[in-house]
């Protein structure tokens, strides 16, 4: 799957489906997605091969998500969200054939790099930065101004090249309170296309989108697309 930009308007990719409008993780939120025109949709693989941000709040089966999702015209970004089962994710794509619509994301190194020596064909993105670093609350612009957020904001183009390498990654997937002009230069001097998360408001789209972005992932995907002017 190619997720560059090349020139046109960076992908839409929809956040748990698309949880702004229906229960996230859930079939009705990706049928939503897919409705909307999303480019790809998100969605969490926990243990167990549940379908959920919380195993503890379980959701789908992964099977029964690919089933559901295989028919439609649309990329599938799957998020691991712990290591242990990589191969076990695979297998679920591989049965239906899914592999060339497939992205697989975490945030944890050691996940991307045994998809790298799974499958070293898959777009692999490292997601920036974990929860323990209590950015993913922070509101944009603001927030990037606290001093958390700032510090790792000013610090991520140097540290990208050596999270990539780390992870054996080939995307990025950065939380957009650190996502700056001088970060997506970084990534992309290395190879790597950017993901944005999460962003809903228009104006943040428009500036992602300006900022030379590759993909927005969104918990609206259709308000992202006509934002883009698109269709």
């Not at 990329?75 to 076990?88: C, I, M, S, T, W």
């Not at 990025?172 to 230069?185: G, T």
């Not at 992602?208 to 590759?214: E, I, K, P, R, W």
Request: net charge positive; glycine share 8%; charged share 25%.
């Amino acid at each position: 799957m190619n997720l560059r930009r090349d020139g046109g308007r960076p992908l839409v990719i929809g956040h748990r489906g698309a949880k702004a409008v229906a229960p996230e993780n859930s079939l009705a939120a990706f049928e939503e997605a897919v409705a909307a025109g999303a480019d790809l949709v998100e969605f969490d693989v926990a243990p167990g091969l549940v379908v959920a941000h919380d195993p503890r709040r379980p959701g789908p089966r992964l099977d029964e998500v690919l089933e559901v999702l295989a028919p439609a015209a649309v990329g599938l970004h799957l998020d691991v969200k712990l290591p242990g089962y990589e191969q076990a994710v695979l297998e679920a794509i591989d049965r239906r054939h899914l592999r060339d619509r497939v992205v697989i994301s975490t945030a944890y190194a050691a996940v991307s790099r045994r998809v790298a020596a799974l499958a070293p064909d898959l777009p692999r993105a490292i997601g920036y930065p974990r929860d323990r670093y209590g950015v993913s609350r922070f509101p944009w612009p603001e927030g990037a101004t606290r001093g958390g957020a700032a510090a790792l904001r000013s610090a991520m183009p140097v540290r990208i090249p050596l999270l990539l390498r780390l992870a054996r990654a080939n995307v990025l997937a950065l939380h957009h309170a650190l996502c700056s002009p001088a970060a997506i230069r970084a990534a992309h001097r290395a190879g790597a296309p950017v993901l944005v998360w999460t962003v809903n408001e228009p104006a943040a789209i428009e500036r992602f989108s300006a900022l030379g972005v590759d993909a927005i992932v969104s918990d609206d995907p259709r308000r992202a697309l006509a934002t883009l002017g698109w269709p």
